[in-house]
């Protein structure tokens, strides 16, 4: 059966990332059935040009990757759907790569974490890290790439509507029914908001606030001490 790949992207501010990703994102689909669809938290009208200028399907929503995610999914007509950040870094053939993932019997998956750029020890160490935990009874992240089926998402409840951890009830339990694919390919990440606040500092505080989730403190108000703790005012809740 050919699959349907709807490709969702939450976005805010984002449009020089953008430009780089939706071309490759045409390019590597130009042999599959797919559609993109980006979702703008700050409803920019070049944002909106971005999308327009790929045939994509361009919607404006709330701040807050879940609730972008939530509004992609509505309007979603594929089979399959692939949740992508704005500033990921794709392979070339990683539409190929998730089609032949699905064919090999895959109901969803993700791929390995890589800072884009030149490798040093922080960046392996963290890499390595990032790559392991889910195998060590941790999570995915957001950023790795999730594909799914839509009929899998929304039996599992599909992500929720908050400002941080939008993925972790739908990853964990996609993980407790075994449905979780590791892929052996990367998804390049933009290291530039890590160097920005510092790979340690970010580190630290992204574990520190997962695990005040964990206990249950809630996630708008580990998101409140997230930007409280950034260097840059106008901090990127996404991440």
Same mark, same amino acid.
């Given at each position: *059966?050919?699959?349907?790949?709807?490709?969702?992207?939450?976005?805010? #501010?984002?449009?020089?990332?953008?430009?780089?990703?939706?071309?490759?994102?045409?390019?590597?689909?130009?042999?599959?059935?797919?559609? !993109?669809? @980006?979702?703008?938290?700050?409803?920019?009208? @070049?944002?909106?040009?971005?999308?327009?200028?790929?045939?994509?399907?361009?919607?404006?929503?709330?701040?807050?990757?879940?609730?972008?995610?939530?509004? /992609?999914?509505? @309007?979603?007509? /594929?089979? +399959?759907?692939?949740?992508?950040?704005?500033?990921?870094?794709?392979?070339?053939?990683?539409?190929?790569?998730? *089609?032949?993932? $699905?064919?090999?019997?895959?109901?969803? /998956?993700?791929?390995? &974490?890589?800072?884009?750029? =030149?490798?040093?020890?922080?960046? %392996? &160490?963290?890499?390595?890290? !990032?790559?392991?935990?889910?195998?060590?009874?941790?999570?995915?992240? /957001?950023?790795?790439?999730?594909? !799914?089926?839509?009929?899998?998402? #929304?039996?599992?409840?599909?992500?929720?509507?908050? =400002?941080?951890?939008?993925?972790?009830? +739908? !990853?964990?339990? +996609?993980?407790?029914?075994?449905?979780?694919?590791?892929?052996?390919?990367?998804?390049?990440?933009? =290291?530039?908001?890590?160097? %920005?606040?510092?790979?340690?500092?970010?580190?630290?505080?992204?574990? @520190? $606030?997962?695990?005040?989730? *964990?206990?249950?403190?809630?996630?708008?108000?580990?998101?409140?001490?997230?930007?409280?703790? *950034?260097?840059?005012?106008?901090?990127?809740?996404?991440?």
């Amino acid at each position: *059966m050919r699959l349907k790949l709807s490709i969702i992207i939450p976005c805010y #501010n984002d449009e020089t990332a953008l430009t780089n990703l939706l071309p490759k994102l045409v390019e590597a689909g130009s042999d599959y059935d797919t559609e !993109i669809i @980006v979702v703008d938290g700050a409803k920019s009208d @070049v944002c909106k040009r971005i999308v327009e200028n790929i045939d994509g399907r361009y919607l404006r929503s709330e701040t807050g990757r879940g609730k972008q995610i939530i509004k /992609g999914t509505e @309007v979603a007509t /594929g089979q +399959l759907y692939w949740f992508l950040h704005a500033d990921a870094i794709v392979p070339s053939l990683s539409l190929k790569i998730i *089609m032949d993932a $699905c064919l090999s019997g895959a109901s969803a /998956g993700y791929f390995r &974490f890589a800072f884009a750029g =030149p490798s040093t020890l922080i960046t %392996r &160490f963290l890499t390595y890290w !990032i790559n392991i935990r889910p195998q060590i009874g941790g999570i995915a992240y /957001g950023d790795q790439g999730l594909f !799914i089926k839509a009929d899998l998402y #929304n039996d599992l409840g599909g992500y929720d509507p908050l =400002p941080l951890f939008e993925e972790v009830a +739908l !990853i964990r339990k +996609l993980k407790k029914y075994n449905q979780l694919t590791s892929l052996d390919a990367e998804i390049q990440v933009d =290291p530039r908001r890590w160097q %920005r606040d510092g790979f340690w500092k970010r580190t630290i505080i992204n574990r @520190v $606030c997962a695990i005040a989730y *964990m206990f249950g403190i809630s996630a708008e108000k580990v998101a409140g001490w997230y930007r409280a703790s *950034m260097t840059s005012q106008n901090s990127d809740l996404r991440k």
